[in-house]
Structures are given as C-alpha cells and as structure tokens.
C-alpha cells in the first residue's frame, strides 16, 4: 500500500470556552449559579464581589489594550422594561410580594405574604420538661424517658415493648417479665402527658387516646367504636357497613364522623421542625399601568467587578511576562459579561411568557393558554433548547406567588370551537367542580368530562382520572359524605 498526503477542507461546529461557559451558567439555579462564582473568586484573585455599601459598587475596570485599569460604569442587564419612574414612587420594597416600602400609586397588583415560623420546642424536650414536673420516681422517669426517646416524628411508639425490653441492660434477665408489665406503666404514664395521642402504638390508639378526653357522650361512645373497630371502613367511606355493624342512625354517625375529623392523627407532627426551603425568585412581575411588566431580582444578581489592585499589578508586569494574570483577567472578564447575559435572557424570557400568560395573572389558573417552548423560542429569537435551559429551576414572583417558568408551559386539548385549551386550566375546572359538589353525589369521572363536554373541553373519562389523581383528589367513592 503506498502512502500518501492529501489535503481535505471541511466545517465543523467547536464551542468556544466562553460560549461553554455561557451555556452551563444559563442551566444553573440561582443558588448553584452563586456556587460557581463562589469557587471562582476564590480561585481567580482578578475578580471580586461588589459589596454594599461600597464606593465604587457602580464602577467596574475593564482593562484595554491601553489603559488596564480605567474605571467604566457597569453596564447594567438591557431591561428595556425598567424605563419607569424611579425614587420615591417606585421602590424595591413595593414591588416584592410582602415588600415593605411605599408602593407604588401606578402599581395595580395585589400582593400578600405569609410568615412561617419553625417549631421553637421539639418533641422530645416539651415531653421531658413536663416528666420533670411529675411525682415519678427515678426509675419510673428513666423508663418514661427512655419511650419518649423511642417515639417518632409523629409521636408514635414504632417498636414493641418486648423490642424496647431488648435494648435495657436487664432486658434478657430473669426479671424480663417485671421489666415488661414496669414499662407498660411507664407508656400509660407517657400517654397521660400532652398532647394527647402520645405514645400510641397504630392510629386507632392515637385517636382512641384523644377521644378519652372528650366529655361522655352518646356521640364520644359511638366514634369510639367506629375508632377501634371501623377506622378502615371509615376511610374507605363505607358508611352502609358501619351502620350496619352499630346500628346507628345517619344523623348519629354524622356527629360521631365529624368528632373523629377534630381529632389529629399525628399528634408529634406540631412539633417537628419545619423543613423550609427558600426560593429566591430571578424575576419579579408586577401590574404597573394597567399592564404586567416583568423585571430582575437585584437580590438574585450577583455584582461582580475586575480587582483594581490585581489589574494594577498586570499592567506593570506586562513587561515581565504576565501570562497567567492575563489568563485569569481573560475568565474574570468572560465571566462577568455571561452572567449580565444569562439575566438578560432570563428578563426576555420571563417578559415573552408574562405577555403570553396574561389572562392567569389577571384571572387565575382557570384562564391559563397553552403555551409550547417552540412559541417563546420564535419570539425571543433563541433555540428550543436554550428555552428549556433558561425555564428550569428559575423562578417567577408574582402577585399569585412565585412559580417556576417551565410552570407557565403545558399541553393543550382541544375545544369545540376548534381552539385549545390549556391541561393547567382543565385542572383549575376539575378543582372547581369537585369542591362545589354535592357531597351526597359526588361527581364521577365520566360526569367531570360531561360537564367540560359542555363547556366545549373535549376531553375523555381517563384524561379527567388522570388530572384529577394529579390534582391528589381522591375517587368518587372516597368523596361520598353523610
């Protein structure tokens, strides 16, 4: 075989490291995109972060082939949306849900916010201090705090006393039996403190335990034995066999069903700590003048600027050789202009979807139009899949409460009237039409999509199955009332 040398010309598509870059920073989530620059301020000492208060946070250094280190103004995100009255009339506060600060006379939204604050006492310790209150004895107390060591989140008692007895030193010894009758003392002293239902060892327990505080009546009697003997039947609303098995009225049983729904089946759950997890949306939509306008979350936006110092020291180093400063200037500075980039497309984005979406901030989920990628994607003039990039796990504040953006997209179904309408809305409908009906005859399936039928939704009995189980609606049997 002879070799020989050939010369072939071809095209082929290479990412740069700065559009890689931009495209990774444009996937990330707010609180991922501040663990990236974390690392990269630790790492590049050309950039840093813009602090507070700072006299130059306005100012940036973007070195030239001239002069390195003169100051320029940061340019801020093109948010061609801001072009409002600045000052006293519209403020930062007056514009997040919840906000504080003047609002705005022009500002037609309705903003509303919720406070949660997380358990300040556990389980544990609001039991302890109250076994430390008693009359007990050291051992008994020892035994009593072993079981509150032993209960769950929810306040039960998960293991047998014999699986208890197990773990105690003596536990295998001679004296096990004693061992055993002293600890079921013990879990009759720990059921005896607050709240009640503590230590119980199945639902029925817990709910029997509660019900013994009830004052004597004709109705405690009754859920008490629907409690002990009928609790799946209950669940399972079957109210004929429940009648059947007491021969009870419907009137009693109603009383008894409605004592039952006071009680808590998981008494220990008002004391965990609640696992709240912080969404710090990237944009905010509010009604200025009569129209929704989206803008960008300033706490969202990390301010970054070139190092003044470091840009100094490159400059006189030139000379030198300042291979790796320069390198570390180049990434401080691609750095910088991918983030404006990544909020500027999330700011067009948010704006092409609000304009869309207008009638769900006007009126709800029920108002809510299909919407595809492909159409954002058209207007805003990117790819599908930047799209997709730029939708997920980025947030949208609003006077309706902040919802992710891929949140505003979903199928359609077809109407009579040859248009579509939106499977979100559907499911607002659904929610509309189980919480008005009547509880005596709960509405089927097949009677849901009869009645969309009638609004011109053509949908079928299993798609309604399939949103209302979505919707964590329970079956026509499990909606049966009294």
Known sequence: MRQTLQLRLSQHLALTPQLQQSIRLLQLSTLELNQEIEQAL????????????????????????????????????????????????????????????????NDDSEADSGEFQAAATSLRDHLNAQL???????????????????????GYLAQDLEELADVLPDGGGEDREELLE????ALKHLQNLDPAGIGARSPAECLELQLANVPASATRDLAR????????????RDFAKIKK??????????NAHALIRTLNPRPGAQYSPLDTRYIIPDAVVRKYRGAWVTSLNPDAMPKLRINRLYANLL???????????????????WLIKNVQQRFDTILRVSQAIVDRQRAFFDHGEVAMRPLTLREIAETVELHESTISRV?????????????????????????????????????????????????????????????????????ARRTVAKYRESLNIPPVNLRKTL
């Open 42 to 105: 630790q790492e590049n000492p050309l950039l840093e972060r813009i602090e507070p208060g700072d006299a130059m946070s306005m100012t940036a250094f973007t070195p030239g082939a001239d002069a390195l280190a003169t100051p320029q103004t940061v340019s801020e995100p093109d948010n061609r949306f801001d072009e409002r009255p600045t000052g006293d009339e519209l403020t930062w506060g007056s514009e997040m849900p919840g906000g504080h600060g003047p609002r705005d006379p």
């Open 132 to 154: 430390a209150m008693t009359q007990l004895g050291a051992h008994e107390r020892a035994l009593v705090g072993f079981l509150i060591e032993a209960l769950d989140e929810d």
């Open 182 to 185: 002293e600890l079921a003392i």
């Open 225 to 236: 034995a629907i409690v002990k003997n009928h609790l799946e039947h209950l669940a399972n």
């Open 245 to 254: 098995a007491l021969g009870c009225e419907d009137e009693a049983l109603r």
């Open 315 to 333: 400059q006189k180093s030139r000379s030198n050789g300042g291979a790796n400063l320069s390198g570390q200037l180049q990434e401080a500075k």
């Open 391 to 459: 939708t997920t796990q980025k947030y949208l504040a609003s006077p309706r409460g902040i919802y992710e953006l891929k949140y505003f997209f979903g199928s359609h179904v077809a109407t009579d009237t040859g248009g579509a309408a939106s499977s979100t809305a559907i499911r607002a409908l659904i929610k509309q039409l189980v919480s008005a009906e009547d509880g005596h005859k709960p509405l089927s399936d097949a009677k849901l999509a009869e009645i969309l039928g009638e609004q011109g939704i053509v949908v």
